[in-house]
């Protein structure tokens, strides 16, 4: 538990070397599920897993997931806990876009990016005038009415029994420890974002990425990046979305996860530890 001033976030590091691989969770995701991942890649490098505000451990901080806390949190967190850049960015669903906003704003700590079937910056929509619109294109106006409407169709969040598949991977005490967490987060977050400030700043965030993403063939330059795409229940437009991720980069690459739904590091882990530790290689080889 590192104290980021008055509240902790819960951080897991293991392994050493550099460049260090940070972590981030999907939406809804914790630390405990990168077991199978954690202990193979902190062989060759330093690795570090954690929970944000409010999620597991962690204490909450003003705006639930909001992108600038989830930012500074990641920032201080990690100079709290000497991690010394430079960092592998590694994210998951949403965490994929998170691992976006920290490069945009530190650009000169990241040396390479996995996205873990990564949400794409306008796969998040709401509903304006009855039709489904990316967040990244609505404006200031336009999105106290469409949270609204949004918060109202959201579904209900289940916890479901703590081996359900993918998670009966993990080891029986993890199991219960992410179902724990995960009930947690139904009682006390619900679906995110669940507040106007989280959805304002998702908003903003989304938009500047997706304004970053057009300014250029490879806004990334040459910046290492893999992007593993799930190969069950997935459809054209999210194959096309994660082709159009890898090419943020001329460096980038998309893996397809044979057999894989969206919770790769759990049914590919293999897949996820190969494309982290090439990332780093490759981080190590610009680095003579």
Avoid at 45 to 66: K, N
Avoid at 88 to 111: C, K, M
Avoid at 182 to 199: D, I, M, Q, S, Y
């Amino acid at each position: 538990m590192v104290d980021l001033g008055g509240r902790k976030l819960h951080l897991n590091c293991t392994g050493s070397g550099s460049p260090a691989v940070i972590v981030e969770n999907g939406g809804g995701g914790f630390s405990m599920e990168w077991a199978l991942v954690q202990p193979e890649v902190a062989k060759r490098t330093r690795i570090c897993t954690y929970d944000r505000a409010g999620y597991a451990w962690s204490d909450r901080g003003p705006v639930d997931d909001g992108i600038e806390q989830i930012v500074s949190d990641l920032n201080l967190l990690l100079r709290t806990a000497h991690v010394s850049p430079p960092y592998i960015l590694v994210g998951h669903s949403l965490g994929a876009l998170y691992a976006r906003a920290y490069e945009r704003r530190f650009p000169e700590q990241v040396a390479g990016l996995v996205f873990v079937d990564g949400t794409p910056d306008e796969d998040v929509r709401m509903v304006v005038n009855g039709k489904q619109v990316s967040l990244s294109l609505l404006s200031r106006e336009q999105l106290p009415e469409a949270h609204h409407e949004y918060l109202k169709s959201v579904p209900v969040l289940h916890p479901g029994r703590a081996g359900a598949p993918p998670f009966d991977r993990l080891p029986p005490a993890l199991q219960q420890t992410r179902q724990w967490a995960f009930e947690k987060l139904v009682r006390e977050f619900g679906w995110l974002p669940n507040t106007l400030a989280a959805a304002e700043s998702w908003r903003q965030e989304f938009s500047a990425l997706r304004r970053q993403r057009l300014a250029d063939l490879h806004p990334l330059g040459s910046l290492s990046l893999r992007v593993i795409e799930r190969d069950k229940d997935t459809n054209e437009t999210w194959h096309q979305q994660q082709v159009q991720l890898a090419t943020l980069s001329s460096d980038g690459m998309l893996i397809k996860a044979k057999g894989s739904g969206h919770m790769i590091h759990l049914e590919r882990s293999d897949l996820v530890v190969e494309a982290v530790l090439e990332v780093v290689q490759k981080s190590r080889q610009g680095n003579k």
